[in-house]
């Protein structure tokens, strides 16, 4: 597939496997310095091992990796961390370092100071030999280091750091990686250059099937979560692997009660609010599907848990997210955020590009229509 400019795909004779080596080959050929962003999922999974591939094939092993280790992990992504760490074709990256986390668990409680020495003893997993453990720069809060760190892990100017992106995970990433003009050799699978560091997403158009298959026929290590996940019932497309405590993991808390009864009785001693949180999933009430009866709207609602819910000091913070948000679908989006307790407005930004692209989708499909006839034009 090619044409990330646009939403529509256009689909050529090479494989996406092969098209994305030969976008990291051009990325290792045009930087000196190549940073690999993981999370311990399985795109960053593919997307590591490729580049270590083409490292190899370039000469330029070790190959570095960057982690952000939020503390509030799945045993079985700290395992498999470790492993990829300990490789000998590895420069480790391994951050646990001391930030602001958001707590969506309890809005007593807003933030978790993650890996904070003075809560030493009740730390989720314990810090690692390997690992970095002091903040090298300013920033306090997760997307803001995630962001920044890669630039201490390299002295070039010219430096590219691979983030296993994909435009199908959602409406979300499929606006950041399409709608927008290009930004290195004429291309738009990447953000533009700050400071040392360009991003770039060279598995941007792999399927969740396209993953596995890379994982299953290359006989790839990866997070054994997703065999927990499978196990539990939900399709691929619902599998996440992620930090337990941000506002787009709530879910997790369950699965993780079951799947790892150690670090759930761990999680319980160090954050706030969980407890409650998974009484109140196992009644399927966290998110309210129909209006309460004792509200007449859903923006009454809305104004009643803002009220009785929220720390007043929020109050102004949530209501300017909200200005020119009206109607029911919105006053249930920001409900999503109250309950969750979603300081930093994520599911707002989700919602925003769900929205924008509902709205725009007409425009965007003649756009597309007649950018194909370009393209097939082109090829006859």
């Known amino acids: 597939m090619s044409g990330a400019g646009s939403a529509a795909m256009i689909y050529l004779q090479n494989n996406v496997f092969d098209e994305a080596l030969e976008r990291l080959r051009m990325i290792f050929d045009g930087h000196d310095d190549v940073i690999v962003s993981m999370s311990g999922g399985k795109d960053s999974t593919v ?23 939020q503390e509030a992990e799945w045993q079985a992504t700290v395992d498999y961390m470790q492993h990829i760490m300990e490789l000998p074709e590895v ?37 690692h030999p390997l690992s970095i453990k002091e903040n090298p720069s300013s920033e306090n809060r997760f997307h803001e280091l995630v962001n920044v760190l890669p630039s201490y892990c390299t002295d070039s100017e010219n430096c590219a750091v691979l983030v296993g992106m994909r435009m199908t995970e959602s409406l979300n990433r499929r606006v950041a990686i399409t709608q927008h003009e290009a930004r290195y050799k004429g291309v738009t699978w990447c ?14 158009d792999f399927t969740n099937d396209d993953i596995w298959t890379a994982i299953a026929k290359n006989h790839w290590a990866y997070n054994r979560v997703y065999d ?8 691929k497309e619902a599998m996440r692997v992620s930090a337990l405590i941000h506002e787009t993991a709530w879910h997790s808390i369950e699965m993780l009660q079951e799947f790892e009864p150690d670090t759930y009785n761990k999680f319980i001693r160090r954050v706030s609010g969980v407890g409650t949180f998974a009484h109140t999933f196992d009644s399927g009430d966290i998110i309210p599907r129909q209006l309460p009866f004792a509200f007449r709207s859903w923006q009454e609602y809305r104004d009643y848990l803002l009220a009785n819910i929220v720390k007043p000091e929020y109050h102004e913070l949530f209501r300017n997210r909200w200005k020119n ?9 920001h409900v999503k955020e109250i309950v969750l307790n979603d300081i930093d407005g994520t599911n707002n930004a989700n919602a925003r590009s769900r929205f924008r692209i509902r709205e725009k989708a007409p425009t965007y499909r003649k756009r597309d229509a007649a950018q194909f006839e370009q393209y097939m034009g082109s090829k006859k």
């Open 47 to 69: 997307l590591f091992r490729m580049a270590l591939m083409v490292a190899q094939e370039r000469g330029r092993l070790p190959l570095k990796v960057f982690w952000l280790d």
């Open 228 to 235: 927990l996940q499978y196990q539990w019932g939900l399709a």
């Open 191 to 204: 953000k533009k250059k700050v400071g040392r560091c360009q991003v770039f997403w060279p598995i941007y």
């Open 91 to 127: 420069t480790p990256y391994w951050y646990q370092i001391p930030f602001e986390f958001t707590n969506t668990l309890s809005p007593e409680k807003n933030f978790i100071s993650v890996w904070n020495p003075e809560d030493k003893a009740i730390w989720i997993h314990p810090q």
């Open 325 to 333: 948000q009206t109607g029911d679908e919105w006053y249930r989006v």
